[in-house]
């Protein structure tokens, strides 16, 4: 089952320009595995929640002055606690 938030909808000068980004950025953040925009045909497209997760990395690079190489580990952190939370929650519903 797919959340609409998960729905691939912007291409990449879309939504770089929601995200006042140049597309350049947007094709760095993936190479640096910060995002993971869908592919159909091969042309990339954005979700909604793919673009909240650009404005996030925006605020946390340009206002706290996170660079790329802290950020990476963050995000890969953060994916890592959401595996755990869904193994988590998988062992407590079998009980």
Do not use: W
Not at 25 to 41: M, N, Q, S, V
Not at 49 to 76: G, N, V
């Amino acid at each position: 089952m797919t959340n609409n938030d998960d729905m691939p909808l912007y291409i990449i000068s879309v939504a770089a320009e929601l995200v006042c980004m140049h597309p350049q950025t947007l094709r760095l953040y993936e190479k640096k595995l910060l995002i993971k925009p869908k592919r159909l045909g091969g042309k990339r497209l954005y979700s909604q929640r793919d673009i909240e997760t650009l404005k996030f990395i925006q605020k946390l690079t340009q206002k706290l002055k996170i660079d790329l190489t802290d950020l990476a580990m963050i995000s890969q952190l953060q994916n890592e606690l959401e595996e755990l939370k869904m193994m988590l929650e998988r062992l407590n519903n079998q009980d």
